[in-house]
């Protein structure tokens, strides 16, 4: 069973930036369409960027621009550069595939606040 941590969050002021990382259990990671999630208090989670196999990305229009995915197979892991940060990226971020998503991780919380 594949198991997903994420990592990299804090606090950071507005216009900061942030890496996050999502590392995977399991060797079905190389193969996998890999996303970016994000869980806002009192709201539903939702995607925010996703890299397919080859390293093709697609962005929600709230990040485009600030916010860039990627991935290293080797090290089953994925990452997203968040820059130019906003108090709306303030959420809970997590990873998983799409389509089939795994378990999910406990996520890893940014807070953008002065």
């Known amino acids: 069973q594949v198991q997903l941590v994420e990592s990299g969050g804090g606090l950071v002021q507005p216009g900061g930036s942030l890496r996050l990382s999502c590392t995977a259990s399991?060797?079905?990671?190389?193969?996998?369409?890999m996303g970016w999630y994000r869980q806002a208090p009192g709201k539903q989670r939702e995607w925010v960027a996703s890299?397919?196999?080859?390293?093709?990305?697609n962005y929600a229009d709230s990040v485009k621009g600030r916010f860039t995915i990627s991935r290293d197979n080797a090290k089953n892991t994925v990452y997203l550069q968040m820059n130019s940060l906003k108090p709306e990226d303030t959420a809970v971020y997590f990873c998983?595939?799409?389509?089939?998503?795994?378990?999910w991780g406990q996520g890893t919380q940014v807070t953008v606040s002065s």
């Open positions: 890299i397919g196999s080859i390293g093709d990305t």
């Open positions: 399991g060797s079905i990671f190389s193969g996998s369409v």
């Open positions: 998983n595939r799409l389509g089939y998503p795994f378990s």
